[in-house]
């Protein structure tokens, strides 16, 4: 049982407000991050998958189907867009990073478990201060 | 005559875009980076400022007040905001690395003369793969 | 169930030894680790907290809250200090990154609890070469 | 209980390939990863120690003691080696990062053991894209 | 005038010798780089550009451009390869990181200078704690 | 005419303060710099050569050897030491970037020119977000 990861990244807008919630409560809850007119940020996205060791390739995974299916289910989806306005597996949802991992969670799963191996990790850095992680539970 | 380097960090949201251009022309110039809604970075800044040292305190000039001084007219400008915007310095600018390299070139070099020194360059890094950098001519 | 971590940075002094054991035996467990005239590091810290969403921000923490609670707690009282003379909660103990890794915990444990959320981990880099982890038990 | 990490470095040459296979077949399954020819990459070593603190060092193992396990058993017979055809713990199996954090672990464990501390993972990196970590089932 | 730079990354599998030279010899001179059976690195290259901004775009060069450019000249050609064997570039000369920095150079020149700007450095960068930089003259 | 750079790095303690100013004042120039009890850092220190490249070897320089002048006549003298306390070449020096990296440039600066080729710079990275270079005038 070996756990593999592959890095990807995407450079995306968004802000953290409720839209029930006036300018200055959002201000007051989320700072800056709630700038109306948006802000932004280099995103690293870390998947993790798991897996036996198939001993023809002496692979969990073909790291290369691993990539593409990140780039077409999560990256290109995200990359030089805006989170809130155009990322449909975020509709209605807060834009935070904590929200964005558990739903690349989501788009990811299913396509992964099909090749035979287990999404393990989700890990999303949006600054080199501040990154989530989620396990699936 | 040494050099020294104050690093400070911003993430901010801009696109590419001539307003007399349509959005294919655009696109077509500027491809993703044109998106209309808008994508973001976390940006790196780096000031370099060159002098003699000072016998006193071996510096070339106190960290702490460059660290200020580009806050004041830089960072705290550009932080959580959108370049295109609400950058009052970037008006009427097309907001690439390039264009923000020079302005913020401008916006810094009297108040580190004033010190004594002699602003050097500014280095903006935009990703890990692009960056540029201005040395005042 | 997210985990959300926070990077935080401290520059000190330190030295490994044993006051009971002489310069000699010292410098044979410790090596150039124990130079009576210290030595120093930049030490990164990556305090990774757990917990539920909450569903109207979309945050396990405020990351404002947990920055302030480890300034408060933990790096204000490091920073440009001497671990080994000038830090409380290190008194008596050995200045090794183990022990200031589970000492820092400690100083965490409780004002993350009254936030609502689980203390994870901690991470003290030492150098780029190690680092530890603690996780409570 | 504490984790303690320590890092080493390898530059190493290697392909992926099965003998009984044709280039065609090889380069199908591996791609350019199969080129004959062979590549190579600049290989980072994560391995992490488990274990309780020793009183009177502060220590959860001799991080010095630890290097020097890693380089004999490990790094030593890695660095500037080809995986495939000088690597006496590799022969006969696929030069994958999988395999090989497997092997690694398999060399280090029994001299880790005999310190008194317990192995943890073997975190192995091959470029920043991609990393595979083994904790030993 | 504002310098522009890209990175692009390519891992190859090189040795250092001299055919004239036996074995004892090169082995005198290169040390453990000159192992018959290859080693390897994950190389990055930083190619640097300078030119007047287009008042249209902002831009020096476009990147996209530039992008490709060193792909199809460089890297697609070094990428899982062995410099000493399959890069037709460098037939002949030593596969030290020197001359593979100048040889890069003379690969980009005319195409960059076609995009009217200028190409002023070669930056190869072959472990963390080596690098070279090739001005063109 | 090729630049070629190692880097070597060092942990040392240090303090910023002039013997003739009293606490008050040594605090107000310099800051928690000036702490009585010492703070430290993990220097990285870059030394760049310049040279014509040797036809027989394709170097500048032979690295192996750069890195043990480095290590003789610097890095050995600093890591693990206390700057102000126990380094020779700093006695009567205030302990700034600035003046170390000056001081580091002496110290190599004849022994590199014995080897055929010419220092060209010494950058000293202090911490992540300040460093200096010194060219040598």
């Known amino acids: 049982m070996v756990h593999i990861t592959r890095r990807e990244r995407f450079n995306a807008a968004h802000r953290l407000f409720r839209a029930e919630w006036n300018d200055e409560k959002n201000m007051q809850v989320f700072g800056k991050c709630s ?3 948006w802000h932004g940020h280099n995103y690293e996205l870390f998947v993790t998958v798991k897996g036996e ?4 390739t002496g692979f969990v995974i073909n790291l290369k189907l691993l990539s593409e299916i990140i780039k077409e289910k ?3 989806k995200l990359d030089h867009k805006n989170v809130n306005l155009e990322v449909e597996f975020m ?13 690349i969670w989501n788009e990811l799963e299913e396509d992964i478990n099909k090749l035979g191996a287990k999404l393990y990790s ?6 080199e201060n501040n990154f989530v992680e989620y396990y699936g539970e």
């Open 35 to 37: 700038n109306p007119n």
């Open 53 to 56: 060791l198939n001993p023809e």
């Open 74 to 76: 999560v990256t290109s």
């Open 91 to 103: 509709t209605g949802k807060l834009a935070s990073s904590e929200n964005l991992a558990v739903a």
């Open 122 to 127: 989700v890990k999303l850095i949006e600054t």
